[in-house]
């Protein structure tokens, strides 16, 4: 069974204090990793999908890498409006689209 | 990309009655998801909805529970039948409109069940 694990499930750094996400997943055969978005009462808007361990993808402030096990999200001198949820998700190689998601981590920017 | 709207947004309901939530894309697209997310869980796919033929329902959902209806390729229906409280959640549709491993998600929809 696919599995995702996020952490931290929260983080509060300062506007400028720069960090990263973990997503660790266990997948019977990677077809792709995805990182969302999810503001509070809103459906999760899609950042990234990354294919191959190696792999990295870059938007603004924020940048995914992916290895065989684990990817990161590097957030790099955060705004206020960076604070949100980030999702990871994993979808299989077999099978149909489904997208198996972790649980998330909570960021916050405090000014 | 592909804009996606839900309705009703939100919506308080009795326990032992059904709510239908729709779900409209502005392309056309084969396949339409549906997720739920529970309160502090993760997004759990319920179906894949294709359109001409019935929807395929992940481990742990059933069609009496969660019929879904697949009347065009730019709209889908999800019906939450004789809910309970424990199916106070939000529920979300997606789509991946270029097949290129990018799924949008609708706003979603906010169920509570009394």
């Known amino acids: 069974e696919d599995q995702v694990t996020q952490s931290p499930e929260a983080l509060r750094l300062q506007e400028g204090e720069s960090s990263s996400l973990n997503c660790s997943y266990t997948v019977s055969g990677l077809r792709g990793l995805f990182w969302y978005r999810q503001d509070p009462g809103k459906g999760p808007e899609f950042l990234f999908t990354l294919y191959s361990a190696g792999e990295e993808k870059e938007k603004e402030r924020l940048k995914a890498t992916l290895t065989k096990k684990e990817s990161f999200l590097h957030i790099t001198a955060p705004k206020p409006e960076d604070s949100a949820t980030y999702l990871c998700?994993?979808?299989?190689?077999?099978?149909?689209?489904?997208?198996?998601f972790g649980t998330g981590t909570r960021l916050t920017i405090i000014p | 990309s592909a804009v996606i709207s839900q309705k009703p947004s939100r919506d308080i309901c009795q326990r032992g009655t059904s709510l239908t939530i729709q779900c409209q894309v502005d392309?056309?697209?084969?396949?339409m998801f549906w997720y739920r997310q529970q309160p502090g869980q993760s997004l759990t796919l319920i179906a894949t909805?294709?359109?001409?033929?019935?929807?395929?329902?992940e481990s742990g959902f059933v069609i009496d529970k969660f019929p879904i209806s697949r009347p065009n390729l730019t709209f889908s229906t999800l019906t939450v039948s004789n809910m309970s409280p424990e199916d106070s959640s939000i529920y979300l549709c997606s789509v991946d409109p270029d097949r290129v491993n990018e799924q949008f998600f609708g706003p979603g929809t906010r169920l509570t069940v009394l």
């Open positions: 909805a294709n359109q001409g033929s019935e929807a395929t329902y």
């Open positions: 998700a994993v979808q299989a190689n077999f099978g149909n689209e489904k997208l198996t």
């Open positions: 392309s056309q697209v084969t396949m």
